[in-house]
Each structure stands twice: as structure tokens, then as C-alpha cells.
């Protein structure tokens, strides 16, 4: 429903009445006329052009319909007509006042419902990058390491007698380098853990795949699992929030992580993208480890429900509230012959615009 501005809704009320009283004329139906424009009024106008409505519409209705008895005096039964359409308008526009302020609420629900929701999936995301502390630390200590190195070697060409400046300018560039490597591996760190509204965009379902593997690669090295990719090449694109959709696989591949930690033989978490079918693309993610407790696939998206000692339970319930927010679906099953996998499906940008 369009939201007028009292200037504007004040205009409707005047505008309805006009056309109601051009109306009731010709067909002599003033109750009829009045009362349309009066719940118009209230409707798009809100209480105060809505009792305008009326009050103009009650002058209206008495010179124009009442007056031209005169000079005899209306029957009883005209002012009694009178006196019901002035109660069903003054009843029409405080019902739709109560239907404005239920709407209003219900929104501000929804609205402070959707505030809570995101700010337990910031919680949810910066809970998770606690657990890639170590291994990111250990990711960035090489190239800040390398640039000290460098510039150690950088004055030593420098506070020679006779100072090496092709050398020293080799230094230096190596040094730029393992600096921009260095940011670059912190703005892959902070891009999923930002906190912002919701930005749907174009989005590369594998371009997202790729860049969480890169995230989390020396993390699962570090906990000796290998990620595998397999990605179906020229999937349509979707549209979505990319940092949303990073948190959805930053989750599951740490679950898949978490879940080899302690199994014996092959590690391996396997990440897969296909066509679903023409309207919707689907990510898979594989693991070997211990699998989903017996007949509980689906129980372990529930709020609070977790397998892990120190887990918050929400992760899960996070990710699948993220996908269904995007038109798509997420759920388990077991990975034969051991571990677990997740799948979810996303509409495709086509399905999404129609």
C-alpha cells in the first residue's frame, strides 16, 4: 500500500470528496459516494485526511442532499440516513486506523526481528573466526616475516661505503610485495566477519567457493585434511549477499573440518556446484569424518543443538535461516561410506527477477 505524506493525504481527502459529490448528483446516492471517499481517505491518508473525509462529507451530505428540502422540513427517516452514514464513516476511519497501526507494529516486528536475526549471525561470524586464529596468524607471520627480512637487507645495501642502490631497490619491491600480500590475506580474513547491511548482488556461486577454500585452506592443512573442488563450469549466477553466502560456507566446511579432527586415514572435504535443474543451482559439501548422529539430519538445524563440546548450536540454524532468506533450501545426509554432507540450493538470477 503507497505511504502518502499529510500534504498528500489531505489532498486525497479533498480530492475524494469532490469527485464523490460530482458523483451523488447525477445518480442520487450521496451515502454510497461519501463513504467510498471517506475509506479511501483513510485508507492511503491515514486518521487525520480520514476525518477530514468526513467532516466534508457531512457538509457535503447536508447542503446538498438535506438542504434541498427546503423550505420543508426533511423527513425523520432522511435524518436518520443522515445520522447512519455519519456513524459508518466515523467507523470506517477508526477501523482502518486500527488496520494502519496493526500494519505499523507488525512491521516494526518484523523489522526488529530481522535486526536480531542479523546481529546473531555477526555473533555467529565472529564466534567462528575464533577458530581460525592460529592458523591465519601462522598465514600472515610468512609475508610479514619475508618483509622484515627485506628491509633488513634493504639498509644493508644502503650503509655500505659504497651503497648498492640496484640492490637495495630489489629489496625494497620485495618488501611492497610481502606487504600487499599481507593485506591481502587480512582483507580476505575480514570480508566475511564484516558487519553491514544486506547487499544482494550478481553473484558467481564458484567465485564465492573459491574464495572461502583460499580462507580456510592453511586451516585445514593445519588439522591435515585436503580440500577437494569439484565445480561445474558456466553455472548461472545468483542473486545474493555475498557475505551472507561466505558465512553459510565458512560454517559448513569448518563443521566438516571439525568432524575429521580426530578420524584416522583419509581427510578429505570435498566441495561440489552443479546445475540442480534449470532454475536453481546446487553446493555440496562433503566430509569424512564421524557423520550426523543416527536419525537426527535434520534435529542438528535446530537452535542450540550441537555435537561439539564447546559448540553455540547456532551455526547451523544460521546457515539454513541464510539460504531460505535467499529462495533456497538447506539440508544433511549422510556421505558414504563415512562422514556427513550438506547440501543447498539457490535460485538462479534469472528465477529470482521474475
Same mark, same amino acid.
Not at 461519501?34 to 468526513?54: C, D, E, I, N
Not at 535467499?326 to 540450493?345: K, S
Given at each position: 500500500?503507497?505511504?502518502?505524506?499529510?500534504?498528500?493525504?489531505?489532498?486525497?481527502?479533498?480530492?475524494?470528496?469532490?469527485?464523490?459529490?460530482?458523483?451523488?448528483? &447525477?445518480?442520487? +446516492?450521496?451515502?454510497?459516494? *461519501?463513504?467510498?471517499?471517506? !475509506?479511501?481517505?483513510? =485508507?492511503?491518508? %491515514? /486518521?487525520?485526511?480520514?476525518?477530514?473525509?468526513?467532516?466534508?462529507?457531512?457538509?457535503?451530505?447536508?447542503?446538498?442532499?438535506?438542504?434541498?428540502?427546503?423550505?420543508?422540513? &426533511?423527513?425523520? +427517516?432522511?435524518?436518520?440516513? *443522515?445520522?447512519?452514514?455519519? !456513524?459508518?464513516?466515523? =467507523?470506517?476511519? %477508526? /477501523?482502518?486506523?486500527?488496520?494502519?497501526?496493526?500494519?505499523?507494529?507488525?512491521?516494526?516486528?518484523?523489522?526488529?526481528?530481522?535486526?536480531?536475526?542479523?546481529?546473531?549471525?555477526?555473533?555467529?561470524?565472529?564466534?567462528?573466526?575464533?577458530?581460525?586464529?592460529?592458523?591465519?596468524?601462522?598465514?600472515?607471520?610468512?609475508?610479514?616475516?619475508?618483509?622484515?627480512?627485506?628491509?633488513?637487507?634493504?639498509?644493508?645495501?644502503?650503509?655500505?661505503?659504497?651503497?648498492?642502490?640496484?640492490?637495495?631497490?630489489?629489496?625494497?619491491?620485495?618488501?611492497?610485495?610481502?606487504?600487499?600480500?599481507?593485506?591481502?590475506?587480512?582483507?580476505?580474513?575480514?570480508?566475511?566477519?564484516?558487519?553491514?547491511?544486506?547487499?544482494?548482488?550478481?553473484?558467481?556461486?564458484?567465485?564465492?567457493?573459491?574464495?572461502?577454500?583460499?580462507?580456510?585452506?592453511?586451516?585445514?592443512?593445519?588439522?591435515?585434511?585436503?580440500?577437494?573442488?569439484?565445480?561445474?563450469?558456466?553455472?548461472?549466477?545468483?542473486?545474493?549477499?555475498?557475505?551472507?553466502?561466505?558465512?553459510?560456507?565458512?560454517?559448513?566446511?569448518?563443521?566438516?573440518?571439525?568432524?575429521?579432527?580426530?578420524?584416522?586415514?583419509?581427510?578429505?572435504?570435498?566441495?561440489?556446484?552443479?546445475?540442480?535443474?534449470?532454475?536453481?543451482?546446487?553446493?555440496?559439501?562433503?566430509?569424512?569424518?564421524?557423520?550426523?548422529?543416527?536419525?537426527?539430519?535434520?534435529?542438528?538445524?535446530?537452535?542450540?543443538?550441537?555435537?561439539?563440546?564447546?559448540?553455540?548450536?547456532?551455526?547451523?540454524?544460521?546457515?539454513?535461516?541464510?539460504?531460505?532468506?535467499?529462495?533456497?533450501?538447506?539440508?544433511?545426509?549422510?556421505?558414504?561410506?563415512?562422514?556427513?554432507?550438506?547440501?543447498?540450493?539457490?535460485?538462479?538470477?534469472?528465477?529470482?527477477?521474475?
Amino acid at each position: 500500500m503507497k505511504v502518502f505524506s499529510k500534504i498528500q493525504g489531505y489532498g486525497l481527502a479533498a480530492i475524494s470528496c469532490g469527485v464523490a459529490i460530482a458523483l451523488a448528483q &447525477p445518480i442520487d +446516492a450521496p451515502a454510497s459516494c *461519501f463513504l467510498l471517499a471517506v !475509506t479511501v481517505s483513510s =485508507l492511503f491518508g %491515514g /486518521l487525520g485526511p480520514g476525518l477530514l473525509s468526513v467532516g466534508l462529507s457531512a457538509l457535503a451530505f447536508d447542503h446538498f442532499f438535506l438542504a434541498r428540502t427546503f423550505p420543508v422540513a &426533511p423527513e425523520p +427517516a432522511v435524518y436518520m440516513r *443522515f445520522a447512519v452514514f455519519l !456513524t459508518a464513516a466515523l =467507523l470506517i476511519t %477508526g /477501523l482502518m486506523e486500527m488496520k494502519r497501526r496493526v500494519e505499523q507494529s507488525r512491521n516494526r516486528a518484523e523489522d526488529s526481528l530481522r535486526q536480531a536475526q542479523a546481529d546473531m549471525a555477526h555473533v555467529n561470524r565472529v564466534t567462528t573466526m575464533g577458530e581460525l586464529t592460529a592458523s591465519l596468524s601462522h598465514e600472515l607471520n610468512q609475508p610479514i616475516a619475508a618483509a622484515l627480512t627485506d628491509a633488513n637487507t634493504c639498509l644493508r645495501w644502503l650503509m655500505r661505503e659504497h651503497p648498492d642502490l640496484e640492490e637495495a631497490r630489489a629489496a625494497a619491491s620485495r618488501m611492497v610485495k610481502d606487504a600487499a600480500r599481507a593485506a591481502e590475506i587480512i582483507k580476505r580474513i575480514r570480508m566475511p566477519f564484516e558487519r553491514g547491511p544486506s547487499e544482494q548482488e550478481s553473484l558467481a556461486v564458484n567465485e564465492v567457493i573459491r574464495e572461502m577454500v583460499l580462507l580456510l585452506r592453511s586451516e585445514a592443512s593445519r588439522r591435515s585434511v585436503t580440500i577437494l573442488t569439484e565445480l561445474a563450469p558456466d553455472l548461472p549466477q545468483v542473486m545474493g549477499d555475498r557475505v551472507q553466502l561466505q558465512q553459510v560456507l565458512m560454517n559448513l566446511m569448518i563443521n566438516g573440518i571439525d568432524a575429521m579432527k580426530d578420524m584416522n586415514g583419509t581427510r578429505e572435504l570435498v566441495i561440489n556446484s552443479q546445475r540442480a535443474d534449470s532454475e536453481r543451482v546446487q553446493v555440496s559439501i562433503r566430509d569424512t569424518g564421524v557423520g550426523l548422529p543416527p536419525q537426527q539430519a535434520d534435529q542438528v538445524f535446530n537452535a542450540f543443538f550441537t555435537t561439539k563440546p564447546h559448540g553455540t548450536g547456532m551455526g547451523l540454524r544460521i546457515s539454513r535461516s541464510i539460504v531460505e532468506s535467499h529462495g533456497g533450501r538447506l539440508w544433511a545426509g549422510d556421505n558414504t561410506p563415512r562422514g556427513a554432507c550438506f547440501y543447498f540450493t539457490l535460485p538462479t538470477k534469472i528465477e529470482l527477477h521474475e
